[in-house]
């Protein structure tokens, strides 16, 4: 008879930043109280790249698991509110669309919006998507509110996330983690012990030993543990997102900030603008096979719509993943599991899915071998389909410049190509179960950068063109209505400082 799994009793947790502080979190708070003792190592002297300043809202989810109040998250953290993601010249230069958080429109007697929308709006028949989003009208006006009881009106389901200072939110998490018995241990890791079940402890500069069960990986793009090591692998996908530079600084706060991140195509990448309450994010994303970096600095700073504060720093990555995230006792997350260029704001949900998986499939001894491989296929999968829904944005471009004629002419990954293939015939979109975006999500996209379309789905000529054009427009009318009853995103962020 052989023992029953149990929950690791040591977890130690190399290196600090976002994804460190968000483990330690929650694993202080969910397996802490049940026994296991949680370390965190981190350096003074090493820096985290903390550039990951944008957010989508199944980070709701992960605070409700912490029991984090929003208003003290937000106050700590110099957060804002954020509704959406604005697009500008992704398809051609002069041209944007927004995908927005929340729901698009409502069902049309039984038939989804979206297949009736692009049915209509072949016809002529309909407005632009974004006039059927109220956290797209709402973020294009700079007006934010809270979902609120108010039956079927969009106003009790707006869908929101945050911006928020990346350094300030790793403090915040620690003082959570630190609360639930998490210990912080100050020193560089300079060797790391091997055992039987993979790692057996880390040795610090300082000479001393911590040994632990499981091991975390957020050492960041030197990856210490899963890679130097455990040598876990790499996928590179450089070929379907070739930028491998970004340049970052932050510039003087807006006045009255607007609930979105901004994403502005460039001649070799795009520049992305992130308003919080004390600063403003940018960044410029870049291929340096057509860009140097100074062209690229210059670029950016040239683009900024405020004052600089503090100097231009330039961060070099390679797109892909570990191909084991989880290898022996060891499990990456963060820079150290794998990097995709923040395009849709994914990087931090990463670590949080990550985390969220790893949880679930505890109990378990840390090494079993159907756990580790389930949790390598989920993770590969996660990576893998919000790699596709970025590679959209590149490939669906009409610019002129080389860079990009380069991007819409490789072929896509097989499944991009599958979901382009089936919106071509009749605009369908099938989100697979587990998938991140959803319908709507690749609709914003699809219609946003006019993805070929031919014909629409044939179940919507149940209902006359005619009957479709006067609901959507009534649709409309609710939308604009309810934006009416939204106030400036201002006033939000002027209580959290009440």
């Excluded at 930043?17 to 965190?40: C, E, I, K, S």
């Excluded at 981190?42 to 809202?57: F, L, R, Y």
């Excluded at 995230?325 to 794998?338: D, I, K």
């Amino acid at each position: 008879m052989t023992d029953a799994p149990t929950t690791p009793r040591r977890i130690v947790i190399v290196g600090g930043g976002t994804a460190g502080w968000m483990a330690a979190a929650a694993f202080g708070r969910l397996l802490g109280p049940a026994g296991t003792h949680v370390t965190l190592i981190e350096s003074d002297d090493i820096a985290t790249v903390g550039v990951g300043e944008a957010t989508i809202p199944p980070i709701q989810t992960f605070h409700a698991m912490l029991g984090i109040d929003e208003a003290a998250f937000l106050r700590a953290t110099g957060g804002s509110y954020k509704l959406g993601i604005r697009f500008e010249g992704w398809s051609r230069p002069g041209e944007s669309y927004i995908h927005p958080f929340g729901q698009v429109g409502t069902d049309i007697a039984g038939h989804p919006f979206a297949a009736q929308w692009l049915r209509a709006r072949q016809a002529g028949m309909a407005e632009p998507l974004d006039q059927y989003s109220l956290e797209a009208r709402a973020a294009t006006a700079g007006r934010f509110a809270r979902p609120i009881p108010n039956g079927d009106s969009p106003l009790s389901r707006v869908g929101y996330a945050y911006h928020f200072d990346a350094g300030r939110y790793a403090a915040f998490l620690r003082a959570h983690a630190e609360a639930n018995g998490v210990v912080r241990r100050e020193g560089t890791v300079v060797a790391v012990d091997r055992g039987p079940a993979g790692i057996a402890a880390v040795r610090l500069a300082d000479g001393s030993a911590i040994a632990g069960d499981l091991f975390v990986d957020c050492s960041g793009f030197r990856a210490l543990l899963i890679e130097g090591a455990l040598t876990a692998g790499w996928v590179d996908w450089s070929e379907q997102l070739p930028c491998d530079r970004a340049v970052a600084v932050a510039s003087a706060a807006d006045a009255a900030p607007l609930p979105l991140t901004r994403s502005t195509a460039k001649a070799a990448g795009w520049q992305w603008r992130i308003p919080l309450r004390h600063r403003t994010g940018n960044g410029h994303v870049f291929s340096s096979r057509h860009m140097g970096e100074d062209e690229a600095t210059a670029i950016l700073l040239a683009g900024l719509e405020g004052s600089p504060v503090g100097t231009p720093r330039v961060l070099r990555f390679t797109t892909g993943h570990r191909r084991h995230f989880w290898s022996g006792n060891c499990v990456a997350l963060g820079l150290a599991a794998g990097f995709m260029e923040p395009l849709e704001s994914t990087s931090i949900h990463l670590v949080q899915r990550g985390i969220q998986h790893l949880l679930q499939m505890l109990p378990a001894s840390p090494a079993d071998d159907a756990i580790v491989a389930r949790y390598n296929r989920i993770m590969t999968a996660e990576f893998t389909r919000i790699r596709d829904f970025l590679v959209a944005h590149y490939h669906l471009n009409a610019r002129p410049e080389p860079f990009w004629r380069e991007r819409a002419a490789l072929p896509p990954p097989a499944g991009l190509a599958e979901k382009l293939a089936l919106y071509r015939s009749g605009g369908r979109i099938f989100r697979e179960s587990d998938e991140l975006f959803n319908e709507q999500s690749w609709l914003a996209v699809l219609a946003g950068q006019a993805a070929p379309l031919v014909g629409h789905d044939p179940v919507c000529d149940a209902l006359p063109i005619d009957a479709v054009a006067r609901r959507i427009a009534a649709i409309e009318r609710v939308v604009a209505t309810a934006l009416t009853h939204m106030p400036p995103h201002a006033d939000a962020l002027a209580r959290l400082a009440s």
